[in-house]
């Protein structure tokens, strides 16, 4: 979508905003842009701020004299933040390669020239990862998806049914691994924070020193191979993504109706029968005896709300999306939508926001912070990267790092270059000037 001009905005109905001929699927943008407000909320209380050892630190709080609003926001979070936002915006990822290739073969691309494409897609989303995550925050996730970009180009001429059973297969397998190891993890974990404080002095991983900055890109470097796991336990949500995104699921959501509202109602029932009782069994409510058995299940059966959460959203927008092209987008609208657009900039760019709030306030503060003063921190983090889209999408610029991405990863490779040219060279047709006739 072109962005409008500061004339045209003037000109246009208050309610919307204008857009070009040439519209974009508001869905997955808006998805996105939701799915950030997720992954502050989860961030800030599991990864930036999380709480001390002798805390249930993955709420981000002191919950040894809770007030009632701590009580509810830590139901919220096990009802509607941890394992949310990432398993969305993996379902995302999937949407992206699908929606790729399906663009570059409509083309007349071929199959290895797509495939070639998605690998430099993926392996530059992947140097982004390793070096957001020794420069800034090691909790990054880019690291992650370029792996499973990578493995994803070997699998985009496979069948729906063969993407299926896959994503079947390998869930079930990831899912007895993580419940095997929970089990015999819970009890050395839980022996080990009681006696240690798991907050160190800053959770950002932002370097101090080179010695620090080497540590760090080794991490990184090394955290590659993490990715692999979590390519096991989201690759399945990330071939409902790619189905979804190559077979034009968000060109027509009246015909796929069905098929989402089911994804919507497995959400539901993930939310009510393990995030509500994780939430009750934490602030006392059920039996803390419950406590481990349903956290152990929060990753294995909340990966599942990913495509539901992007369903409900499909849903939700389709009244707009039938009317965006002759009216615009809603201007409620129109900041998710542009953050979405620039969801690359907007991850990294709250890690920078927060890297800068630690440097200004004082950590000992920072550290002891309530869990609704994290969570709104979180909120206000996310509210800055959504002004920062809007104000880009109205000057009509791209995300930095999108733009970045973009042309690393569709620059042509010199050596290619040079042989197009060649070959358009040889195929242009000859032009001769004329023969005198000869005389007769």
């Keep these: ?102 663009s570059q073969l409509s083309k007349g691309r071929s199959v290895k020239s797509t495939r070639r494409l998605l690998w430099r897609r993926y392996a530059w989303l992947m140097v982004f990862g390793v070096l957001h995550a020794a420069l800034l925050f090691w909790g990054d996730i880019m690291t992650s998806y370029g792996v499973i970009g990578l493995l994803m180009g070997f699998l985009i001429t496979r069948s729906n049914r063969f993407l299926k059973v896959t994503a079947v297969v390998v869930y079930i397998v990831a899912s007895i691994v993580m419940l095997v190891a929970g089990y015999f993890l819970t009890g050395q974990f839980k022996a080990a924070v009681s006696e240690v404080d798991l907050m160190p002095p800053v959770e950002t991983g932002v370097p101090q020193s080179w010695d620090e900055l080497g540590e760090n890109l080794v991490g990184a470097v090394i955290g590659i191979a993490g990715g692999l796991f979590a390519a096991l336990w989201l690759l399945p949500i990330v071939l409902v993504g790619f189905m979804w995104g190559r077979s034009g699921v968000f060109a027509d959501i009246d015909a796929h109706r069905r098929m989402l509202m089911r994804w919507v109602w497995v959400t539901v029932a993930v939310i009510l029968l393990n995030g509500l009782p994780v939430g009750l069994a934490a602030i006392g409510v059920l039996p803390e005896a419950w406590s481990d058995p349903l956290f152990m299940m929060v990753e294995v059966v909340g990966v599942l709300t990913g495509p539901g ?54 950590y000992s503060y920072l550290e002891w912070m309530t869990i609704a003063e994290k969570m709104l921190l979180g909120v206000g983090v996310w509210l800055v990267t959504l002004v920062l889209a809007t104000l880009l999408e109205l000057a009509g610029q791209p995300g930095p790092f999108e733009w970045a991405h973009r042309r690393l990863s569709y620059r042509e490779p010199r050596r290619k270059r040079k042989q197009r040219r060649d070959l358009e060279a040889a195929q242009a047709p000859v032009l001769t000037a004329p023969q005198p006739a000869r005389p007769q």
């Design 1 to 102: 979508m072109t962005a409008p001009h500061a004339d045209t905005l003037a000109r246009a109905p208050k309610r919307t905003l204008p857009t070009s001929a040439k519209v974009r699927y508001l869905a997955p943008d808006v998805a996105r842009g939701v799915a950030l407000l997720g992954i502050a909320l989860a961030n800030v209380v599991t990864a930036w701020l999380p709480g001390h050892a002798h805390f249930p630190f993955y709420y981000g709080g002191d919950l040894s004299d809770p007030s009632v609003l701590d009580k509810v926001l830590v139901v919220f979070q096990t009802m509607f933040v941890h394992v949310r936002g990432l398993p969305m915006f993996s379902t995302l990822l999937g949407v992206g390669i699908g929606m790729i290739t399906a």
């Design 309 to 362: 959460i992007l369903a409900a959203i499909a849903l939700l927008v389709q009244p707009v999306q039938r009317r965006v092209a002759e009216t615009g987008i809603p201007r409620w609208l129109y900041p998710f939508n542009a953050l979405g657009k620039r969801s690359m900039s907007g991850y990294i760019m709250q890690s920078v926001i927060f890297v800068l709030v630690v440097q200004f306030v004082s």
